[in-house]
T-cell receptor, first 111, second 112 residues
Framework: AQSVSQHNHHVILSEAASLELGCNYS??????LFWYVQYPGQHLQLLLK??????LVKGIKGFEAEFIKSKFSFNLRKPSVQWSDTAEYFC?????????FGAGTRLTVKP | DVKVTQSSRYLVKRTGEKVFLECVQD?????MFWYRQDPGLGLRLIYF???????EKGDIPEGYSVSREKKERFSLILESASTNQTSMYLC???????????FGPGTRLTVL
């Protein structure tokens, strides 16, 4: 089964800074890729997903992610973060109906 | 909008009690899942089900069981709660094969 690594446990940024959160999975194959976000006190919700096609995927709230097959990576980016982006972010990989989640990255945005 | 509901947001139980966590989804999804979420460990799969009366063990099934008598409902059972089962429990559902999972709000269970 796949394993998912998220390199940063806690990231602290000031408003307007750019964001990149790393995500790698363990081996090649036909995978679907996801980023979920969990705002404080709220349920997990989907930010964006990649199934096929253009490896640059745009999601909600100005987030995007790039799938690089050769690096088994699916990094999340946002050019300018806001205080309201403070949340925990989870990368997930689905292969053959087997979904695996990373440990999560907590993002704190200082106003 | 897909809706996944869980029976309680917060639950406090004593060691040795039998605990039932209920989850209901309204989108006719085949798959349903139970995870526990712990800081620094992400989401770990306890059990999942891809059809009524079907269940499969996830990565950490010990101490848990599940029941799926109807397509929309998936129950997680702690036969004899222990303090190391204090956690956030998340239910999710998805269509078979599509991968995207929809999550409920979670139940924060404390076992004293």
């Amino acid at each position: 089964a796949q394993s998912v690594s998220q390199h940063n446990h806690h990231v602290i940024l000031s408003e307007a800074a750019s964001l990149e959160l790393g995500c790698n999975y363990s081996y090649g194959g036909t995978v679907n890729l996801f980023w979920y976000v969990q705002y404080p006190g709220q349920h997990l919700q989907l930010l964006l997903k990649y199934f096929s096609g253009d490896p640059l995927v745009k999601g909600i709230k100005g987030f995007e992610a790039e799938f690089i097959k050769s690096k088994f990576s699916f990094n999340l980016r946002k050019p300018s973060v806001q205080w309201s982006d403070t949340a925990e972010y989870f990368c997930a990989v689905n292969e053959d109906n087997d979904m695996r989640f990373g440990a999560g990255t907590r993002l704190t945005v200082k106003p | 909008d897909v809706k996944v509901t869980q029976s309680s947001r917060y639950l406090v139980k004593r060691t040795g009690e039998k605990v039932f966590l209920e989850c209901v989804q309204d989108m006719d999804h085949e798959n349903m899942f139970w995870y526990r979420q712990d800081p620094g460990l992400g989401l770990r799969l306890i059990y999942f089900s891809y059809d009524v009366k079907m269940k499969e063990k996830g990565d950490i099934p010990e101490g848990y069981s599940v029941s799926r008598e109807k397509k929309e409902r998936f129950s997680l059972i702690l036969e004899s709660a222990s303090t190391n089962q204090t956690s956030m429990y998340l239910c999710a559902s998805s269509f078979l094969g599509l991968g995207e999972q929809f999550f409920g709000p979670g139940t924060r269970l404390t076992v004293l």
